[in-house]
């Protein structure tokens, strides 16, 4: 029996004793006792509860990832939608804020443009209660069997337009969800299989049929096309530099990182940005016209920055002020901060020697900045620093100065929500219009 033949057959409420304990111990996150009663013939993976929930949802809104992978295992509809309300298991998942989770869900084959009783879908029902996490995993999901399709040979062809031992490699840099080029340069020299010339050229050349997939296929993604596209220029960046000089990358990272006297800001990382949404290959896209409109009035160092305008709109990813950025690659959650200035945030001592270089231009006056600033403010118990004072240290405070992302925070009434409650929300009209921006020099490295 298929597994929509099985829901099919369950009605609301129709339990026997052993379901109803199944869907206690899939809420609870039992999973020894969870694959015992999966086991039983009195168990039907897909039970519906009165309310239509099968353990799946109950796992998935529970948060309780190694439950809701052995339901999956053992045949559970990840669509199922016989929910009173319409909710799907990506629903529950992306409205918990387990993104682990509402990326099992998506593996599994889960639809996003499945829609509720009130016509949201889970990307749209996470936003609501501010799970952005989840949003950004949902708008950035993609299936490797899409990219596998080009590891094997097509028509009269003879080999594959892409080497069945890059699609690994080139995958993780497509799921990831931080655009910042650096990251993106930094994924390919920790890869030894990308660092090399003809696989980069692969790589790129398959990112580009990918953006053109996009936007020819019949319900067209510019959003995806446009991330597409925008792998596709960091990996043309990557191969120009080995092609001229640079066998590690390393010139490379510096040019993007290189700050300009004063402020620190990276000009060249903003100017490669701009560059590259100004090469979108599809001049009528909406999404171009967004982009250009909201990034060229603004001058180069100012806010909002070309990665921030980006970033929100290929994740959806707003402002949050509740996280740190590093100052390196922009990953969230950076906890460690340089011990002098306390004024600039890191990942990791990796990442805070590599920036290092310019930072050190700016970071006697970002210590005086934040002296005159705490004058008038409470007295906060100070963090000691290292000997040679430039080690990336532990701190629990919040930083003074982290990636600037430039949008203002959408206002909403819930950060978090126990109950699913009614998305009634519309979404923001998209503003249109289009031009140009001059280009600039490239720093020297």
Known sequence: MTTQENTAKTKRG?????????????????????????????VRVNCLDENGMTPLMHAAYKGQADVCRLLLQHGADVNCNEHEYGYTALMFASLSGN??????????????????????TAAQMAAFVGQHDCVTVINNFFSRTRLEYYTRPQGLEK?????????????????????????????????????????????????????????????MNEVLAMKMHYISCVLQKCLAFLQERDDKLDALLKSLLKGRDGDGFPQYQEKFIRDCIRKFPYCEATLLHQLVQNIAPVENGNSPTAFSVL???LTGQTALMDAEFCATCGERGADKKCSFCEMVVYCGQAC??????????????????????????????????NDDGHDAIEGNCSSLLGLCLGFAELGRSHSFCENYPDPSNAVAEAMSGCQDWGREDHPSS
């Open 352 to 385: 805070q020697r590599l920036h290092w270089f310019t930072h050190k231009k700016v970071c006697k006056a970002l210590q005086r900045q934040r002296e005159f600033q705490s004058k008038d403010s409470p007295s906060v118990r100070e963090i000691p620093g």
């Open 14 to 42: 129709d339990l026997t004793s052993a379901e109803r304990e199944m869907l206690q111990v899939a809420a609870a996150g039992d999973v020894q006792e969870a694959a015992r009663l999966l086991n039983s013939k009195e």
């Open 99 to 120: 993104a682990e989770i509402t990326w099992m869900m998506l593996d599994a084959g889960a639809e996003t443009d499945l829609v509720n009783s009130v016509g949201r």
């Open 311 to 313: 970033t929100q709109a």
């Open 159 to 219: 080999e594959p337009i892409l080497p069945p031992k890059l699609a690994g490699p080139l995958h993780k840099i497509i799921m990831t969800t931080n655009l910042n080029p650096v990251k993106m340069v930094m994924m390919v020299k920790e890869n030894p299989l990308l660092v090399d010339v003809v696989a980069l050229e692969k790589c790129y050349r398959v990112m580009d049929l990918l953006c053109e997939q996009c936007v020819k296929q019949q319900d």
